[in-house]
């Protein structure tokens, strides 16, 4: 049985104001349950089994929201920040209303993409290192990434503070004065694609996500452009912890 919860906080937080604009639409007869006028905005209900509508509408009752970006760079991974513009900036106000965050960091000069969501558990299993969910990168480097970086990344590199890696698989696109290529790592340590490659010598001047778990960017979305997940994707992004 699902919990009882007062009509104006289910409402508010589903983005229709506060309480207290909640009550002006029970005092206006704009609020109907199960196809009765509610006179009292403080009334208990169960949100899944009751059909709830404001002005006619049915609203769509969810706990959770799970929205994909293609963050662009300049955008801070984080719900704020006292100088830069942050990924929750970029939401609109309906979304902004369910306090989604961002699953995980991207570096403020890596694009591409990034989950938000309200969803604490889901965003916990992701990012559990134990879960090895895995991220792809695309990145261009300065230099010629060779053959043998390939086997270094492969066994795992030391980084500057002497942590050694997980193998991480690293595919060469083009390898001329400058590389382009794709790297799928199961671990997130602080700006790792670029301390990996630092590691062997070499500088990444772009930085790209890819994808995380089964789950791959939209490359319709441009820049800075985000949609819901599907139900299929929310499922993809846990790969590891579909079968635990
Ligand atoms: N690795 C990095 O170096 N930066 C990111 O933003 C993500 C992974």
Known sequence: MQKKERLDKILSNLGYGSRKDVKGLVKSGSIEINGKVVSDSS????????????????????????????????IISSTDDFRDKTVIDLISEEYKAFNPFPVGRLDK????????TNDGQLSHRVLSPKKHVEKVYYAEVEGVVTEEDKLLFNEGVILDDGYKTLPAKLEIMASD?????????????FHQVK??????GKKVVYLKRMAIGGLRLDESLGLGAYRELTKEEILLIERKGLSE
């Open 195 to 200: 301390r990996m490659f630092l590691a062997v």
């Open 43 to 74: 009334i208990k209900i169960d949100p899944y089994s009751s059909v709830i509508k404001i002005e006619g509408k049915t609203v769509e009752y969810r706990e959770f929201i799970y929205l994909m970006m293609n963050k662009p760079q300049g």
């Open 177 to 189: 004065n400058f590389s382009k290529i794709y790297l799928t790592i199961e671990e997130g340590k």
């Open 109 to 116: 000069d890596t694009e591409g993409l990034m989950v938000l």
